[in-house]
C-alpha cells in the first residue's frame, strides 16, 4: 500500500515570506499526486494534481509543486504567501484504487 | 450540481448507539469513498466503492459498515459507537472510468462526537 510522509507539521511564517511543504511517497507502481487545502472549517479542495508529463505543476492560487520521481517527491511552493493562505495542506498519492494521504500541514501566516 | 453532500453536520451519541451518515452526490461518480481525519493523523480511508453494488475496506474499516445500492449514495454505518469514533467524518467522489480515479470531490463533513 502507497504511503505519503509530510514535513514540519507546524509552519509559522509572515507575509510575503515563501513557502515550501515537503512531500515524499512510497509507492510501486504509477501514481497520481495531489495537494489539497483545508482552510479553517472548511472540506478539502484541490490546489493541484500531477498525473503525467511536465513534473512542474501549477494550481490555483498561485502554487506549484514539482515531482521528482527519482526522489519520490512532490513539494509544494508558493512564492509569496498571504495570510489568506493560512489552512491546513494534504498531499496525497492515488494508487491501486486508494488515495493515501500525509498528516498534513498547518500553515499560519501571520499579516 | 449540489456536489457531494452530507448530512448530518454534527451529531452526538452515546456508546454504544448506532447510526447512518448520509453521503450522496449527483455527478454520476463511479467512486466514492469515507474517510476519518483527526488531528495530527491527517484522512484516513474508512471504506471506499468503484460502482453501485461493489465495496472494499480501507486502512481503518473496524467498526463501520458501508453499502451501495445506488451510484448516487453511499451511507456509512457505525454499527456500535465507541469513544474512539469521535473525528470529523468526509466522503468523497470522484470521476467516472475505473481505471482514471482523478480529482476527488469532498463533502462538507460530520463532526461525530461520542461520549
Known amino acids: 500500500a502507497q504511503s505519503v510522509s509530510q514535513h514540519n507539521h507546524h509552519v509559522i511564517l509572515s507575509e510575503a515570506a515563501s513557502l515550501e511543504l515537503g512531500c515524499n511517497y512510497s509507492?510501486?507502481?504509477?501514481?497520481?499526486l495531489f495537494w489539497y487545502v483545508q482552510y479553517p472549517g472548511q472540506h478539502l479542495q484541490l490546489l493541484l494534481k500531477?498525473?503525467?508529463?511536465?513534473?512542474l505543476v501549477k494550481g490555483i492560487k498561485g502554487f506549484e509543486a514539482e515531482f521528482i520521481k527519482s526522489k519520490f517527491s512532490f513539494n509544494l511552493r508558493k512564492p509569496s504567501v498571504q495570510w489568506s493562505d493560512t489552512a491546513e495542506y494534504f498531499c496525497?498519492?492515488?494508487?491501486?484504487?486508494?488515495?493515501?494521504f500525509g498528516k498534513g500541514n498547518q500553515v499560519v501566516v501571520i499579516p | 450540481n449540489a456536489g457531494v453532500t452530507q448530512t448530518p453536520k454534527f451529531q452526538v451519541l452515546k456508546t454504544g448507539q448506532s447510526m447512518t451518515l448520509q453521503c450522496a452526490q449527483d455527478?454520476?461518480?463511479?467512486?466514492m469513498s469515507w474517510y476519518r481525519q483527526d488531528p495530527g493523523m491527517g484522512l484516513r480511508l474508512i471504506h471506499y466503492?468503484?460502482?453501485?453494488?461493489?465495496?472494499d475496506q480501507g486502512e481503518v474499516p473496524n467498526g463501520y459498515n458501508v453499502s451501495r445500492s445506488t451510484t448516487e449514495d453511499f451511507p456509512l454505518r457505525l454499527l456500535s459507537a465507541a469513544p474512539s469514533q469521535t473525528s470529523v467524518y468526509f466522503c468523497?467522489?470522484?470521476?467516472?472510468?475505473?481505471?482514471?480515479?482523478?480529482?476527488?470531490?469532498f463533502g462538507p463533513g460530520t463532526r461525530l462526537t461520542v461520549l
Open positions: 466503492s468503484v460502482g453501485a453494488g461493489i465495496t
Open positions: 455527478m454520476n461518480h463511479e467512486y
Open positions: 500531477y498525473f503525467s508529463g511536465d513534473p
Open positions: 496525497a498519492v492515488r494508487g491501486n484504487n486508494r488515495l493515501a
Open positions: 468523497a467522489s470522484s470521476a467516472p472510468g475505473r481505471r482514471t480515479y482523478n480529482e476527488q470531490f
Open positions: 509507492y510501486g507502481g504509477t501514481v497520481n
